[in-house]
């Protein structure tokens, strides 16, 4: 699907479903649901050290293709099969290509679960790696 533009209205639902994920990641950890959960942190640090020496990972970078190809290799070994959503945005340094990665989990009820974050740095003049920005959101997931 390609679009093209900014989405501002996109970022305001990204900001409301991830302030909802944390309310209730507390709430399930404040109920004792922590010990149920198959997250790995060992993983998730090591996902994480892989985003974070690929450096600096602006949108249409080849680091930004090489975290890609990364993150839908892990979703792969899930068992998932993650689709890609292309579209250009307008940035303060032009027209750049994006590229949403996204993958379904089939449950055994009707309910809905959105987990989102983003995998790319922002430019700066100086090298960025993104570890607590673009790198530990695509971590944890």
Do not use: C
């Not at 479903?17 to 109920?31: E, W």
């Not at 974070?52 to 190809?69: D, M, N, Q, T, W």
Request: proline share 4%; hydrophobic share 45%.
């Amino acid at each position: 699907m390609k679009h093209s533009g900014t989405r501002p209205a996109t970022a305001w639902w990204i900001l409301a479903l991830a302030g909802f994920l944390i309310a209730a990641a507390v709430y399930g950890v404040q109920r004792g649901g922590l010990n149920n959960s198959p997250f790995s942190e060992r993983r998730a640090a090591e996902d994480l050290r892989t985003l974070v020496l690929l450096g600096p990972r602006p949108a249409a970078s080849e680091a930004i293709g090489k975290a890609r190809r990364y993150i839908a290799s892990e979703l792969e070994k899930a068992g998932l099969k993650p689709q890609l959503d292309e579209f250009e945005a307008h940035t303060p340094r032009g027209l750049r290509k994006m590229v949403n990665i996204r993958a379904v989990r089939w449950g055994s009820t009707s309910a809905i679960i959105a987990l989102a974050g983003h995998y790319d740095t922002k430019i700066f003049d100086f090298s960025f790696a993104g570890a607590d920005d673009g790198g530990s959101s695509a971590a944890w997931q």
